[in-house]
Nanobody
Framework: EVQLVESGGGLVQAGGSLRLSCATS????????ITWFRQASGKERELVATITGGGDANYADSVKGRFTISRDNAKKMVYLQMNSLKPEDTAIYYC?????????WGQGTQVTVSS
């Protein structure tokens, strides 16, 4: 059974940092890209960053230079290091796997950035 579990969210002041983690199981981790999304209250879910099985990363323009996605294939974990946080980064953050045309989502972790 595929599972993704996010952790590491919390309340932080603007300019601060958080590191989110996505623990995975139930699939051959090395073979798949993992994507972080976020959804702010009243807004659509948006892509934040993606990392391929080989470690290539892509970012939304809104987070480039501030966020870093990484993965540990031995631990089957994906991380999102978030620096220079802004109030507009406040959202629920989700990690997602797409496997055989099906999306698997974690339950999300809340990030709140105070001004």
């Amino acid at each position: 059974e595929v599972q993704l579990v996010e952790s590491g969210g919390g309340l932080v002041q603007a300019g601060g940092s958080l590191r989110l983690s996505c623990a995975t199981s139930g699939f051959t981790f090395d073979n798949y890209a993992i994507t972080w999304f976020r959804q702010a209250s009243g807004k659509e879910r948006e892509l934040v960053a993606t990392i391929t099985g080989g470690g290539d990363a892509n970012y939304a323009d809104s987070v480039k230079g501030r966020f870093t996605i990484s993965r540990d294939n031995a631990k089957k974990m994906v991380y999102l290091q978030m620096n220079s946080l802004k109030p507009e980064d406040t959202a629920i953050y989700y990690c997602k796997l797409n496997k055989f045309a099906r999306d698997y989502w974690g339950q999300g972790t809340q990030v709140t950035v105070s001004s």
